[in-house]
Structures are given as C-alpha cells and as structure tokens.
C-alpha cells in the first residue's frame, strides 16, 4: 500500500478511517489512543520512579494535579467511597485531558495520507473524536458504577432506593402511592441506561465539533494565492485554539465530575453526611 501525505482540503469524517484495509479496527484515532496512553504511563513513571521530599518539577506537577484531583472527587464522593474510585476517574480525566490536547497538535488531523487512488484520510485522528472510544469509556465506567454500588447498598437495597416508598409512608397511604413510586422507579432505570449515551455523546460532539471548527478556519484563505493562503491557514484558526484548550480542560472535568455524582447519588446514604 503505497502511503502519500497530502495536506487536507476535505472536511474529516465523523467515523474513524482504518489505516490498513486488512485491520479495520486500526483506525487513525486507535493509533492515537496508543500514542497517548504511552505518553501519560511515561509522565506517571517519570513522575513516580524516585520520589523524594524535594521534589523536582515533574513530580511536583504530578504530585499537585494528583492532589487537586483527589481534594476535589473526595468533597463529592465521601470519604469512604474515594479510595476506591479515585484511580478510575482520575485516570480518566488524565486520559481524556491529554487526549483533547493531543488533538491540538499540528499534524493531527491536517496531515492525510493517500491509500489508493481516490482514498485520503487523516494519518491521525483525535481520539475523543471518535464515538467508539468516548462509548468505551462511559461503559466501562458503567460497569464499575453498578459494581461498587451492588457492593455498597446490595441488589435489594438497590432496588429499595429507586422504587420503594419514601418518606417513611406506611398504611393505606403507602399503598396508594406505590404505582407512583413504580413509575418513578422505572424512570430512574431508564435514565440510569442512557447515561452512557449521555456521558459519550457529550464529549465525542464537544471534540468532533472542534475538529471540524478548526479544519473550516485553516481552509477560509486555502482560494487566496500564496503566500497569503499559507499565512490564513495559520492566523485564522489561531484563536480557536486557546479556545478548544480551554473546552478540552472543561469537557475532561465534566465526564469525570459527572462520574462522581452518579457515584455519590448511588451511595451517599452510606455516608455519614449523605444520611440527612
């Protein structure tokens, strides 16, 4: 397969492009997943390796955002809950932060290679906008969400919380009220099956969407002749990305705030505080 790199005049694809035809799932935002986890386990063992009570400046970064992090998730999730969870969500949020950075990197997606005759496609793609890794992410987390819940409250103390009775109603009272709490109960259910959905549209939309917004600025000039072409695809989307600086950080925050609270709204009647 004979590889030619191309500077991009098309829009990218909402789908993820595969690098070779005999790999469809080695997409060029797998590849960038790959390059992104070894960047962040490289930074952690940097950071961690030799620890010392005078820390140099990359322990002490890792150090104070490790701290930030675990200051911040335990005011959400309890005392009790954060020495379980605190590894997954602030992995995530690590994970999605450097990813929505790593995006902003010239070359990842405005250099396309050529595979074929007509076939061009980005070499690289931000990770986050592909809708298969945000998926992957939200139901990963899902799955771990009702396992530390089912451990904390137990199957029927579960089912108590979102479709028993409130309130302390008893007699005939609570009986009338017990469709309404059935049908509340299933609306819970509902909702608790589209937070996936939720947590993964968000943050593929909010990524996709700056992609697309700063491929559109670098192409406003690409009709002018050179050098003013070259000097537009430079200055134009050159605003944009403080911009998506800022939404990456913000969009990272939110998945992994939200984590929490769902967290904390499953177990909070364990904590001490979240019983009155």
Not at 8 to 35: G, K, Q, Y
Not at 100 to 119: A, H, S, Y
Request: hydrophobic share 55%; net charge neutral; charged share 10%.
């Amino acid at each position: 397969m004979e590889l030619t790199y191309l500077l991009a005049a098309e829009s990218p694809t909402v789908t993820a492009n595969p690098l070779f035809p005999s790999i469809p799932w080695f997409t060029n935002s797998v590849l960038v997943t790959i390059i992104v986890t070894v960047l962040v386990v490289i930074w952690a063992r940097r950071s961690t390796a030799k620890m010392t009570l005078m820390p140099d400046r990359i322990q002490n970064l890792f150090e104070a955002l490790v701290e930030t992090l675990y200051i911040t998730f335990e005011g959400i999730v309890g005392k009790h809950m954060i020495p379980k969870v605190f590894p997954l969500i602030a992995t995530q949020f690590i994970f999605i932060l450097t990813a929505n950075w790593f995006g902003l990197i010239p070359g990842v997606g405005t250099i396309w290679i050529r595979t074929g005759t007509d076939v061009i496609q980005p070499l690289l793609r931000p990770a986050n906008a592909d809708l298969n890794m945000t998926l992957g992410m939200a139901l990963f987390f899902m799955a771990w969400w009702l396992l530390w819940t089912i451990q904390e409250v137990g199957v029927i103390g579960f089912l108590k919380e979102n479709f028993a009775p409130k309130g302390g109603l008893k007699g005939a009272l609570r009986l009338v009220l017990l469709p309404l709490f059935l049908f509340v109960g299933v609306i819970e259910m509902i909702s608790i099956a589209i937070r996936p959905v939720s947590l993964s549209f968000r943050l593929f939309g909010n990524m996709y969407a700056g992609e697309t917004l700063l491929h559109t600025m670098s192409n406003l000039g690409a009709s002018l002749p050179w050098p003013l072409n070259w000097l537009c695809s430079i200055l134009f989307p050159l605003p944009f990305y403080f911009l998506e600086l800022l939404v990456g950080l913000l969009q990272a925050f939110v998945f992994a705030m939200l984590c929490a609270v769902y967290i904390k709204l499953s177990t909070q009647h364990e904590e001490g505080e979240g019983a009155h």
